[in-house]
């Protein structure tokens, strides 16, 4: 049994400093990098990079609405076609720095307001999923369970892998509560054992207090959760304890 983590990194930006990306790549096996439009500069995506590379860490996309000031969280009208250049855009620039270091882009998750809208609109996942499938027949992308991105890429031969997260809540749909409740950093052993049980079991326990059935081939990490890098390390540790191996999602999908 294998399971991929994933976190979002590269989103510093000139001398504002986010996240902890150098002690959380230690624990992941997927980098999410931040491609200029919510966050991140040329320079941090070229060091985020080249600190996957050290680490043996896949490489994928994070791409946006173009809200650094919002910082992609707001909901922005965009028209299909303009989301599919968008994500054209930031994909590319993302991968002429992995080429660099002869590193794939191996796969790509939204961010934000535009991964809210294309886990719910069918227009807006279809953009995104055309964007990639142009760019490469091979990429891999993430969605939550029962959302428009996964039941259309698995129509459009696009590869999905199934994504949980750790330290927010799930709704019974499969979906996420984007509030954080603070919950990762006063009980990383509940939450690591939460992962664990989506898991092996399949399940996991909504804000309602009634179990969802997930599928969790990748679980997000948020790099800026107060405690993130004692969640991630605890994870880490429940998961091998469980005899779960921790793998890129290329691996899991295998």
């Known amino acids: 049994m294998k399971v991929d983590l994933n976190c979002d990194m590269g989103e510093s930006f000139g001398m504002y400093q986010l996240g902890n990306d150098e002690e959380m790549m230690q624990y992941i096996t997927s980098a999410n990098i931040a491609c200029g439009y919510h966050a991140g500069d040329p320079v941090t995506m070229r060091k985020t990079v080249e600190l996957a590379g050290e680490h043996g860490v896949q490489i994928g996309a994070h791409p946006a609405f173009p809200d650094l000031m919002g910082f992609g969280r707001r909901q922005l009208d965009c028209t299909p076609e303009e989301i599919k250049d968008y994500v054209t855009y930031q994909l590319g620039a993302l991968r002429e720095f992995a080429s660099q270091y002869g590193r794939p882009v191996a796969h790509c998750k939204p961010h934000g307001a535009m991964y809210m809208r294309a886990m719910e609109d069918e227009k807006t996942a279809r953009a995104v999923l055309e964007a990639l499938?142009?760019?490469n027949d091979d990429i891999i992308v993430f969605a939550m369970n029962n959302s428009a991105v996964a039941e259309m890429g698995e129509k459009m031969g696009v590869r999905v892998a199934k994504e949980t997260y750790a330290d927010r809540e799930h709704t019974e749909t499969g979906s996420i509560i984007m509030t954080r409740k603070g919950s990762a950093a006063s009980d990383v052993e509940t939450m690591a054992e939460r992962v664990v049980r989506m898991v092996k079991e399949g399940k996991v326990m909504a804000h309602t207090g009634n179990d969802v059935n997930v599928t969790a081939d990748t679980v997000c990490i948020h790099g800026d959760t107060p405690g993130a890098?004692?969640?991630?390390?605890?994870?880490?540790?429940?998961?091998?304890?469980?005899?779960?191996?921790?793998?890129?999602?290329?691996?899991?999908?295998?």
């Open 133 to 135: 499938a142009a760019l």
């Open 229 to 254: 890098v004692e969640l991630a390390k605890t994870i880490h540790h429940q998961l091998r304890k469980n005899d779960i191996e921790v793998a890129p999602a290329h691996a899991v999908l295998k």
